[in-house]
């Protein structure tokens, strides 16, 4: 039986398995010249932890990234790492190693010479390096390419070089700052599907920097949504797709019906409209794919009202219905393509939810 927490067998060193791998307190970053970088940023990062930093261009992502490893000092606030601060520490003696979009692989080194470099600048043994070059090539699925220089690669196997390489002096953190932003969109979902089993056989901590929203729900553990600086919400990605706590949560992560209005118990009153509620509030987020429509929708669908069908929207395995309730509302609806009812745009129909399926925000 395992002591709490100490069930992680890839710990390294002498540090207790409980200690995060990155702790970042209170950090405010103002940069030369007055532009706030980010205020009050502060969040752990447990061991072994896919770790995404969200949030739309400028919000703070990749100064928070980069106060990590040291390349950027924070106005105020406590860097950690595996419970050692990071204060005065600059980036090449962090246990930290950085990816980034712009591939920096040595053009004129072969990929096993790229892969052992940081190593033999440390002067490691000869052994260990031929040793780290085949696991860390195995690891990223390389093996056999060896021998090849950079330009006889594609783009996905170049990124897998860099990660490779990153890896090979065993930091305790990678930080990656969009490392899949140059990819075409097929490339970077298999790319995504790679460095997800890469970091989970790796065992090793990645902080992932992305302003993409799937990227971030489908490969991290837990996320932090950001926006102008600020961590607005931090959490598993279901938690924070399913129970959003600000508006910029849920609208930034995935579509969502918002409706704003005056709170009468646990109704609310909107835009010539009353909803429901499950509890009382003046803001509320319906996603599309908790509201059903059709000629007739069930009585359990307490919130039920008649419009117009504006759109229906093909989307592969599912479809998107647009609903124009006469007060002038909108209603956004997703339904599975195989279950849709037989609606043509300009029917009088139904759309409606279950009170349960509303989330009531904070602001
Ligand atoms: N070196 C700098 N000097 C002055 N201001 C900066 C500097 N770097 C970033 N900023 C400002 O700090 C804020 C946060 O920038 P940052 O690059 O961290 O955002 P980001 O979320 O990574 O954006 P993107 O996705 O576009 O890279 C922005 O307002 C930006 O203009």
Not at 99 to 110: G, K, M
Not at 274 to 292: D, N
Request: charged share 25%; with cysteine; glycine share 10%.
């Amino acid at each position: 039986m395992n002591a709490p927490g100490g069930n992680d067998t890839r710990t390294t060193g002498t540090t207790a398995p409980d200690v995060p791998d990155a702790e970042l307190r209170d950090i405010r970053k103002v940069y030369e010249g007055g532009a706030r970088g980010v205020e009050e940023v502060s969040l752990t990062v447990g061991r072994g932890e896919f770790f995404s930093l969200l949030g739309p261009s400028g919000c703070g992502k990749s100064t928070t990234l980069r106060i990590l490893a040291g390349l950027e000092r924070p106005t105020s606030g406590e860097v950690r790492i595996r419970g050692e601060s990071m204060r005065g520490r600059p980036a090449h003696r962090r246990p930290t190693n950085l990816v980034f979009q712009r591939l920096a692989l040595f053009p004129h080194l072969t990929v096993a010479d790229n892969v052992a470099f940081g190593p033999r600048l440390h002067g490691w043994p000869r052994k260990r390096i031929a040793e780290t070059v085949r696991a860390k090539l195995e690891l990223v699925g390389l093996t056999g390419y060896e021998k090849r220089h950079p330009a006889q690669l594609s783009g996905g196997q170049q990124q897998r070089v860099a990660i490779a390489r990153a890896l090979a002096g065993e930091p305790a953190v990678l930080l990656l700052d969009e490392p899949l932003g140059a990819l075409d969109l097929r490339l970077r979902v298999q790319m995504q599907q790679a460095l997800k089993r890469i970091q989970h056989d790796s065992g090793t901590t990645f902080i992932y920097v992305t302003h993409d929203q799937i990227e971030a729900l489908t490969m991290s553990d837990r996320m932090a949504v950001m926006n102008e600086g600020r961590i607005e919400q931090i959490g598993s990605p279901a938690e924070l797709y399913r129970s959003p706590r600000t508006t910029f949560t849920a609208t930034f992560l995935g579509d969502t019906n918002l409706f704003e209005g005056v709170s009468r118990g646990d109704v609310l009153e909107t835009d010539g409209i009353s909803i429901s509620l499950p509890r009382p509030g003046r803001i509320a987020s319906v996603r599309p794919e908790h509201v059903a429509v059709g000629a007739r929708i069930g009585e359990r669908f307490t919130n039920r009202f008649r419009g117009r069908l504006e759109d229906v929207i093909f989307q592969g395995a599912s479809l998107r219905y647009h609903v124009r309730l006469p007060s002038g509302v909108l209603l956004t609806a997703e339904r599975p393509a195989d279950t849709h009812p037989d609606l043509s745009i300009g029917d009088d129909v139904e759309a409606g939810w279950d009170p349960a399926s509303a989330v009531v925000l904070d602001h």
